[in-house]
């Protein structure tokens, strides 16, 4: 049996992500060192926004005008839904796109909501822009 393209996909993110805040011991749980165990803060989110412009990058294109997003992108989009599990998070995931997307160019805002029904996600990506409010 074949490991599916998701699982291979975030293996690799994995292994090429900064992995070293869920590497360390929780202090809520004595010895614990599993590369994946619980966070000891529901604030600690389980990507940072290399993460995000890493996982998304492939994306930018159809964010730019392309017909619609390349299995990468998708890839990615799903590999950022699967970690973002909070209210925080999505903060966090809007703050970082709200970071990154000006430096991509000009690019539709309103294409972003669109990677749920492209790519077959049950998210939300919202139509950032430098001033959205991504507490709302």
């Known amino acids: 049996m074949r490991p599916s393209i ?7 993110f994995l292994i090429m992500s900064d992995v070293t805040a869920a590497a360390e011991p929780c202090q809520n749980v004595p010895n614990s ?18 993460d995000v412009t890493n996982l998304l990058s492939p994306c930018w294109s159809f964010l730019k005008g392309d017909a ?11 590999n950022i839904v699967d970690l973002t599990n909070s209210k925080n998070d999505e903060q966090k ?3 970082c ?3 990154e ?4 160019g000009k690019y539709d805002p309103q294409r972003l909501p669109q990677l749920d029904q492209k790519c077959e996600l049950d998210f939300y990506f919202p139509p950032v822009t430098g001033t959205y409010d991504c507490s709302k």
Request: net charge neutral.
């Open 93 to 95: 995931l809007c703050e």
């Open 68 to 78: 619609s997003p390349s299995s990468d992108c998708c890839i990615g989009a799903e």
């Open 101 to 104: 997307l000006p430096n991509i």
């Open 97 to 99: 796109l709200k970071a």
């Open 33 to 50: 060192r599993a590369l994946l165990s619980p966070p000891c803060n529901n604030d600690v989110s389980r990507f940072s926004c290399g």
């Open 6 to 12: 998701k699982f291979l996909a975030m293996l690799v």
